[in-house]
């Protein structure tokens, strides 16, 4: 039985990810999972990983965030990809490295040996990424104070996204960039027309 195929799809908040993913994940068949708390372990975690009420340093943030992502992959990811069933993914380990890496400053080079260590080698086969300016992400919709990233300053979400694009730009057969600006029926048709070109 052949592996499944794995498709991540990254983005600063309110760029319309979750939406593609769970419209790409329906449409294929495939399992759709988020990060982070997708598994009861996880629903804890992203109480204390998002309540802006809880100071903890960027570190602590990472790790907590590793933490969910190793028993999410252990638990939900490998076993569906291990069955031959393809998964498609709001957000992976490109969200810490754009995040806690680029935003909060987290050494990158540390992030990623904490990353091999949480996930192994579970890697996307592909990740899309739906590009967005930070200013039009919050015309969409109205930031939630009580959440520890969307609260965060202007300057923060520039970092994240300058960090996505980065990243995409390390590597561009892994990663697929669309404008995230026109509609949804727009990104949506170029987001199709890519993803037709794999084995699903």
């Given at each position: 039985m052949s592996r499944g195929l794995f498709v991540v799809f990254e983005g600063i908040d309110g760029c319309g990810k979750s939406t593609h993913a769970r419209r790409v994940a329906q449409a294929h068949g495939a399992l759709f999972v988020f990060e982070p708390g997708d598994t009861p372990v996880g629903v804890d975690l992203r109480h204390?990983?998002?309540?802006?009420?809880?100071?903890?340093?960027?570190?602590t943030e990472a790790l907590l965030l590793l933490a969910d992502r190793s028993h999410h992959v252990h638990s939900v990811i490998e076993p569906a990809l291990e069955s031959g069933r393809a998964v498609v993914a709001d957000r992976f380990y490109a969200s810490t490295l754009a995040y806690?890496?680029?935003?909060?400053?987290?050494?990158?080079?540390?992030?990623?040996?904490?990353?091999?260590?949480?996930?192994?080698?579970?890697?996307?086969?592909?990740?899309?990424?739906?590009?967005?300016?930070?200013?039009?992400?919050?015309?969409r919709e109205a930031r939630d104070e009580s959440d520890r990233f969307e609260s965060a300053d202007p300057q923060f979400?520039?970092?994240v996204r300058e960090g996505y694009l980065a990243l995409a730009a390390e590597d561009v057969d892994g990663w697929f960039v669309v404008d995230?600006?026109?509609?949804?029926?727009?990104v949506a048709a170029v987001i199709d027309q890519r993803l037709g070109t794999l084995r699903w």
């Amino acid at each position: 039985m052949s592996r499944g195929l794995f498709v991540v799809f990254e983005g600063i908040d309110g760029c319309g990810k979750s939406t593609h993913a769970r419209r790409v994940a329906q449409a294929h068949g495939a399992l759709f999972v988020f990060e982070p708390g997708d598994t009861p372990v996880g629903v804890d975690l992203r109480h204390w990983i998002l309540d802006a009420a809880t100071p903890m340093t960027p570190a602590t943030e990472a790790l907590l965030l590793l933490a969910d992502r190793s028993h999410h992959v252990h638990s939900v990811i490998e076993p569906a990809l291990e069955s031959g069933r393809a998964v498609v993914a709001d957000r992976f380990y490109a969200s810490t490295l754009a995040y806690q890496g680029f935003g909060r400053g987290v050494d990158l080079a540390e992030l990623r040996a904490a990353t091999d260590l949480a996930i192994g080698g579970c890697r996307p086969d592909l990740t899309v990424l739906i590009d967005l300016d930070p200013s039009a992400a919050n015309e969409r919709e109205a930031r939630d104070e009580s959440d520890r990233f969307e609260s965060a300053d202007p300057q923060f979400h520039d970092r994240v996204r300058e960090g996505y694009l980065a990243l995409a730009a390390e590597d561009v057969d892994g990663w697929f960039v669309v404008d995230g600006a026109h509609s949804e029926s727009d990104v949506a048709a170029v987001i199709d027309q890519r993803l037709g070109t794999l084995r699903w």
